[in-house]
């Protein structure tokens, strides 16, 4: 068995095939808890923290497009996770080992996994955008596209980290556990509020620390060190969570 496999070729792409991912997107799509709750939470998310209090004028147009863009932060990762966590409920209906009988590397695996994983941050970006526009959101051009870019290009370590906790944990407990953790990573990356003194400095490592961080280095309102290090963070957890998941799926699927 061994030197049949050893001699069998190497699939190209690693066996990544458009028929798979868009097999993968429309089962997303048919997910209507999933899509539910890109469509209709982060708007309301945005109005409950948008609505709050005055609208100043800033620089960059005024906080009600500052409050818009830390919506499709926290919504763009949230789903991004969840999108990603959805393999534990795979792996519980044995769908791991089915991919024992296919020819998927864990790269190419993990590449459409992410891929699917990207497409609710995207109708979260979308969808929050328009509703800033129709209730006074301002910023400028560059600005606006710009942090909406960011925070859904950035969720891509949350897909990561999503997929990373799918295979490390069974599905029953991935969910509430991935609530809990991304509730804490939120404050603790220092995403609704400014961190400062030590509590500042430790913020820096904390995952969501990256993604608020570049989001909203368009609006000028970040610091040229608080972008590197947040550049620095998305590149290393993204590097962590990105190797984890293969590692994890390679171990899942590997023959007994």
Request: proline share 4%; glycine share 10%.
């Amino acid at each position: 068995m061994t030197t049949l496999d050893a001699t069998r070729p190497r699939p190209a792409l690693g066996g990544f095939s458009t028929e798979f991912l868009a097999l993968e997107l429309r089962r997303l799509l048919r997910n209507r808890r999933i899509v539910s709750f890109a469509l209709i939470l982060p708007p309301v998310f945005y109005l409950v923290i948008a609505l709050q209090g005055s609208n100043h004028t800033e620089s960059y147009g005024n906080t009600r497009g500052y409050a818009m863009v830390t919506a499709i932060i926290f919504n763009s990762l949230f789903n991004a996770a969840n999108g990603g966590a959805l393999v534990a409920v795979e792996r519980g209906l044995g769908w791991s080992r089915q991919l024992r009988l296919t020819p998927l590397r864990p790269a190419a695996y993990i590449a459409i996994k992410t891929i699917v994983a990207m497409v609710m941050p995207l109708a979260v970006m979308l969808s929050v955008s328009l509703l800033g526009a129709l209730t006074g959101a301002r910023l400028t051009a560059a600005a606006w596209v710009g942090s909406c870019l960011l925070a859904w290009a950035c969720s891509l370590v949350f897909a990561a980290f999503g997929l990373f906790l799918g295979y490390l944990l069974p599905s029953e407990s991935v969910m509430p556990l991935l609530g809990l953790l991304l509730a804490f990573l939120d404050f603790a990356g220092g995403l609704f509020f400014t961190m400062t003194g030590w509590v500042g400095v430790a913020s820096k490592f904390v995952p969501t620390y990256g993604i608020a961080s570049m989001a909203r280095m368009p609006l000028g309102v970040e610091s040229g060190g608080e972008i590197a290090a947040g550049a620095a963070n998305i590149v290393v957890w993204g590097a962590f969570f990105i190797i984890g998941a293969m590692v994890l799926f390679r171990r899942d699927t590997a023959r007994v």
